[in-house]
């Protein structure tokens, strides 16, 4: 089995893929994702509630990943639980052989969601990475494992002057890998990177770019429109509109994207997130021109 961080330090570009977590996600439907994806990535990322759906707990998801031979990156999020139950989870997470895990604050739950649940926010981010990159270290915790912690970041085109403090503090509490969010725009996130580089921040953390294999032109505007932190040109949406098969135009928008990506100064790897059918995943990593870009 691939191990995400083993696989960091050796690769020049790594590929992960986001996992479906639904109401509906079951034993068998883990089991079948992993089966897609065994061959193809380097590591599953396993989202914690995000946009304020239910499903199963990322620990179990992430036991039943394990056993089909898969690495999951598992998220926890602030906004859900408090102190102790995250420090409870990260202990139970390493108990069932975890070894990397990406911390998030954890995005706004819709207002309609019934009925409302109330945000802990106990903990902020940045506590939460210094937390579980000394856990190791507490005596009392002899059973902690030394977790490969992450976080993420919001890719985008930075003004003069501009200074990345939030992710200083990540690295700083000792977060190891950063998954950007979703941006489309290769100059936008190329501008982010140049002051990551600048700042020397490259040198202390891995920095994953997430890319998005979209199907249709209402897709892309929807997840611009509704998820915060996406960005999605519009040329992107205008190239959906117009194909004559969207699906392809998708996957060949994204293959284009990875390969632009594995070329970008301070980009480590690429996180890819399939809108609707896992089966694409595959097809656009094989469609990219990364042979060189993945050689060990």
């Given at each position: 089995?691939?191990?995400?961080?083993?696989?960091?330090r050796?690769r020049?570009?790594?590929?992960?893929a986001?996992?479906?977590?639904?109401?509906?996600?079951?034993?068998?439907?883990?089991?079948?994702?992993?089966?897609?994806?065994?061959?193809?990535?380097?590591?599953?990322?396993?989202?914690?509630?995000?946009?304020?759906?239910?499903?199963?707990n990322?620990?179990?998801?992430a036991?039943?990943?394990?056993?089909?031979?898969?690495?999951?990156?598992?998220?926890?999020?602030?906004?859900?639980?408090?102190?102790?139950?995250?420090?409870?989870?990260?202990?139970?997470a390493?108990?069932?052989?975890v070894?990397?895990v990406?911390?998030?604050?954890?995005?706004?739950?819709?207002?309609?969601?019934?009925p409302?649940?109330?945000?802990?926010?106990?903990?902020?981010?940045?506590?939460?990475?210094?937390?579980?990159?000394?856990?190791?270290?507490?005596?009392?915790?002899?059973?902690?494992?030394?977790?490969?912690?992450g976080?993420?970041?919001?890719?985008?085109?930075?003004?003069?002057?501009?200074?990345?403090?939030?992710?200083?503090?990540?690295?700083?509490?000792?977060?190891?890998?950063?998954?950007?969010?979703?941006?489309?725009?290769?100059?936008?996130?190329?501008?982010?990177?140049s002051?990551?580089?600048?700042?020397?921040?490259?040198?202390?953390?891995?920095?994953?770019?997430?890319?998005?294999?979209?199907t249709?032109?209402?897709?892309?505007?929807?997840?611009?429109?509704?998820?915060?932190?996406?960005?999605?040109?519009?040329?992107?949406?205008?190239?959906?509109?117009?194909?004559?098969?969207?699906r392809?135009e998708?996957?060949?928008?994204?293959?284009?994207?990875?390969?632009?990506?594995a070329?970008?100064?301070g980009?480590s790897?690429a996180?890819?997130?399939?809108?609707?059918?896992?089966?694409?995943?595959?097809?656009?990593?094989?469609?990219?021109?990364?042979?060189?870009?993945?050689?060990?």
């Amino acid at each position: 089995m691939k191990i995400f961080r083993d696989e960091l330090r050796k690769r020049d570009f790594v590929i992960t893929a986001e996992c479906f977590l639904n109401p509906e996600t079951d034993t068998e439907s883990i089991r079948d994702q992993t089966d897609i994806l065994r061959d193809f990535v380097d590591g599953v990322v396993l989202t914690d509630n995000q946009h304020g759906q239910v499903h199963m707990n990322t620990i179990a998801a992430a036991r039943l990943v394990l056993d089909n031979d898969v690495d999951p990156i598992v998220q926890l999020s602030c906004r859900n639980r408090n102190r102790i139950a995250l420090v409870a989870d990260l202990l139970g997470a390493s108990a069932l052989g975890v070894s990397s895990v990406m911390l998030v604050r954890g995005s706004q739950v819709p207002a309609t969601t019934k009925p409302r649940p109330k945000a802990v926010m106990d903990t902020t981010v940045s506590d939460l990475i210094a937390t579980a990159s000394r856990l190791k270290a507490d005596e009392k915790l002899g059973a902690a494992a030394s977790f490969f912690v992450g976080s993420t970041m919001r890719a985008h085109s930075p003004g003069p002057g501009w200074v990345p403090e939030k992710l200083t503090r990540k690295i700083d509490a000792g977060a190891r890998f950063i998954v950007t969010h979703g941006n489309m725009d290769v100059e936008a996130l190329r501008a982010h990177m140049s002051h990551l580089i600048a700042a020397k921040l490259t040198r202390r953390a891995s920095v994953i770019a997430s890319t998005f294999i979209l199907t249709s032109a209402d897709d892309a505007r929807w997840l611009r429109d509704h998820r915060p932190n996406i960005e999605i040109p519009d040329s992107i949406v205008h190239r959906l509109e117009k194909a004559c098969d969207p699906r392809e135009e998708g996957l060949a928008i994204c293959a284009e994207h990875l390969s632009q990506l594995a070329r970008t100064p301070g980009v480590s790897g690429a996180n890819i997130i399939a809108s609707t059918n896992l089966v694409m995943v595959p097809e656009v990593i094989s469609a990219a021109d990364l042979n060189e870009a993945r050689s060990k």
